[in-house]
């Protein structure tokens, strides 16, 4: 599976963004899928998953009530939609794929995307 992501850019505090990633080659509909980030200087951080079907999605304390994920599997696309966004959601954003929830949370990913840049000034 080839993951990219789109939808970066420089936005203000408290504005919206959608993160879209894009998935070519096998289905995702056999894997969970996931969002990360990684700030300058900082390691990469777990941002939320999906499950396969899309029933069941977990997120980071850090954006909690924020950010949304959501999936078509149909159109082998993954949504991150970021409301109400703050300075300290800046960085680069990744997607993944994985076999479970679990493996997500722990960085056992089957496959990285390519990242997207996420700048909020305040």
């Known amino acids: 599976v080839q993951l990219q992501a789109s939808g970066g850019g420089l936005v203000q505090a408290g504005d919206s963004l959608r993160l879209s990633c894009a998935a070519s080659?096998?289905?995702?509909?056999?894997?969970?899928m996931g969002w990360f980030r990684q700030a300058p200087g900082k390691e990469r951080e777990f941002v939320g998953a999906i499950t396969r079907n899309g029933d069941s999605v977990t997120d980071a304390v850090s954006v909690e009530g924020r950010f949304t994920i959501s999936r078509d599997n149909a159109k082998q696309t993954v949504v991150l939609q970021m409301n109400s966004l703050k300075p300290e959601d800046t960085a680069v954003y990744y997607c993944?794929?994985?076999?479970?929830?679990?493996?997500?949370?722990?960085?056992?990913?089957?496959?990285w995307g390519k990242g997207t840049l996420v700048t909020v000034s305040s």
């Open positions: 080659g096998r289905s995702i509909s056999t894997y969970c």
């Open positions: 993944a794929a994985a076999l479970s929830i679990a493996a997500i949370r722990r960085s056992s990913v089957e496959y």
